[in-house]
């Protein structure tokens, strides 16, 4: 995509969705796991996470930490906090819509960028700590739903397996272990 190779051009896409979506991720969620969405912002969001993911790939670590291009390092947390709390919402609230193959691209797009912000993250930090627990998460609730076996807490912890913290991971890795993907 050489729409990725204009750094103006992913801002201005960033601020249109964020705009209208920047109350509630939840909202942009809710459209993104209706297979027929009318929401205009949802391809938007698509074009944006798909050219976006693609130019992070090549950003050095001066661009992104000293120049600070194409976002700033608060704009890189606010994109990460945005589709980090989308596809929580998406895969805990709309679970069963993510056996729609449409859907589950929609998911996977976001999800390609968000696994590059959050090993960019890991490498050389430009969040606090915590930072990647999605505010909706309970632990608790998850640890709960994967001793019960349910499919959400599985995808979850697949999908963002950051929302659990490490100690919390420890104790729920034997039922963890035993579930089986149900997608």
């Not at 999908?159 to 149900?182: G, M, Q, R, Y």
Request: hydrophobic share 40%; proline share 5%; net charge neutral.
């Amino acid at each position: 995509m050489s729409l990725c190779c204009f750094p103006d051009f992913l801002s201005s896409l960033w601020k249109l969705v964020y705009t209208e979506h920047s109350q509630s991720s939840r909202t942009l969620a809710r459209n993104m796991a209706t297979e027929q969405t009318t929401d205009p912002f949802v391809p938007l969001l698509l074009l944006f996470c798909s050219c976006f993911g693609q130019y992070f790939v090549v950003l050095s670590d001066s661009e992104i930490y000293e120049q600070e291009q194409p976002f700033s390092l608060k704009q890189l947390g606010t994109i990460g906090d945005f589709v980090n709390s989308m596809l929580f919402n998406i895969i805990w609230n709309h679970y069963d819509e993510l056996k729609n193959a449409t859907v589950l691209e929609r998911v996977s797009t976001c999800h390609g960028l968000l696994i590059l912000l959050h090993e960019r993250d890991e490498r050389k930090r430009y969040t606090a700590t915590k930072f990647w627990t999605p505010k909706d998460a309970s632990p608790a609730a998850i640890i709960a739903e994967l001793k019960a076996g349910k499919g959400r807490a599985h995808k979850i912890t697949d999908f963002i397996p950051w929302v659990l913290p490490n100690k919390k991971k420890e104790k729920s890795t034997d039922c963890h272990s035993a579930l089986i993907p149900l997608l």
